[in-house]
């Protein structure tokens, strides 16, 4: 190590994998929207409603349903992965060659 370089610079952060919520929604979403088709055309209905419209019915019900218990699991693995957490030590390594970059 030369003189020129500064000495190393150590910080502790913490570690954690944490879930992202859009995918869990989505993901509820479309379970809701699978158990409305399941409900409105696999089960017998009554002549007086069209399967179409039970189906549109049951799957705003079930989407808006399947995503708030996505958020709901979402949330449940979030705060498992801050029990989790781990903390660890970073250190700041100097370049091995200088910037040539006449724009940064």
Known sequence: MSSKEPPAERRQVTVRRAPKYVPFLILGALVGIAAAAVVA???????????GAVFGFFMVMFAGGGAILGAVVALILDRRSVKRQQRAVVESVPDSEPDTDPQS
């Open 41 to 51: 055309y696999g089960l017998p209905g009554s002549d007086s409603f069209d399967s």
